[in-house]
């Protein structure tokens, strides 16, 4: 008997994965946007401690994350001793970094986001990720990717996203690894500072040739529309500034070390 359930169990798990699998971005939009909130569970992960939702239509069930912070400081201390002005903490650059991502056609690295009530707060609503262990998990055990290769041009690919939209919150506990070693960032209710500046061009080594083809293309008109919700018109200036800087500092380091070198 208990085999006949755990087999069952089983059965059902593998029929919800591969309706996932099946599952389009526009259904996954849909599916955040309007399919009932089931329960909730507070997470102990994150400096806003996001909470895990479950989502059912009743034939498919599914956790999303969800963050309602939404708040603007004129001054933080942190206990790093850095301070910042005009402080951003906001559930809207979760779902504009989503927006970016899909712009730019890099590859599924972040988790659909939408925005949504919740208990009578808005806030974004993200595509839980079947994720196996974080960064941090990783290198605490010591556990190597089997393709370090692969797995270094993703982590390359993260850096230069990070830097374009200024993510000043990137660390390993929100650098998520599923089971066949694919990077997910989540977590952007940090960026999107106004600096026009690069935050880490330290890390800017090597891009991949379409991800840099995509950063040129990059419009502004287009990205002001696409995230006119949720970014201003000075937070896509100053992204902007930013992709012209690194397409100039990858510009620069192909003349100078060649494009196999640089470009994957």
Not at 65 to 80: G, M, W
Request: glycine fraction near 4%; proline fraction near 3%; hydrophobic fraction near 40%.
């Amino acid at each position: 008997m208990i085999w006949a359930v755990a087999l069952v169990c089983l059965t059902a798990l593998v029929h919800v994965a591969a309706q996932e699998l099946n599952l389009t971005e526009e259904q996954i939009h849909q599916s955040l946007a309007k399919v009932k909130i089931m329960k909730s569970k507070n997470t102990p992960k994150g400096i806003t401690s996001p909470w895990r939702l479950t989502l059912s239509d009743g034939q498919l069930t599914h956790d999303a994350a969800y963050q309602s912070i939404n708040e603007t400081q004129r001054r933080v201390d942190f206990p790093s001793g850095n301070t910042e002005f005009n402080f951003r903490d906001s559930y809207h650059f979760n779902i504009a970094a989503h927006e970016i991502d899909n712009l730019l056609g890099i590859g599924d690295m972040l988790p659909v986001c939408v925005e949504r009530k919740w208990r009578g707060q808005s806030g974004s609503l993200c595509w839980w990720l079947p994720a196996k262990m974080d960064e941090a998990s990783r290198k605490q055990d010591n556990i190597q990717p089997p393709d370090s290769n692969a797995w270094n041009q993703q982590v390359n690919k993260m850096w230069v996203f990070s830097d374009l939209v200024y993510d000043t919150d990137r660390n390993q506990t929100n650098m998520l690894i599923t089971e066949d070693w694919k990077l997910y960032m989540i977590d952007f209710s940090r960026a999107f500072r106004y600096s026009s500046e690069l935050l880490e061009p330290g890390h800017l080594t090597m891009c991949g040739r379409q991800f840099l083809e995509a950063l040129r293309r990059l419009n502004e008109a287009e990205v002001l529309q696409e995230t006119k919700l949720h970014l201003s018109k000075s937070d896509v200036k100053s992204l902007m500034a930013r992709r012209d800087k690194i397409v100039t500092l990858f510009e620069k380091t192909i003349s100078q070390k060649g494009e196999e070198a640089v470009l994957y």
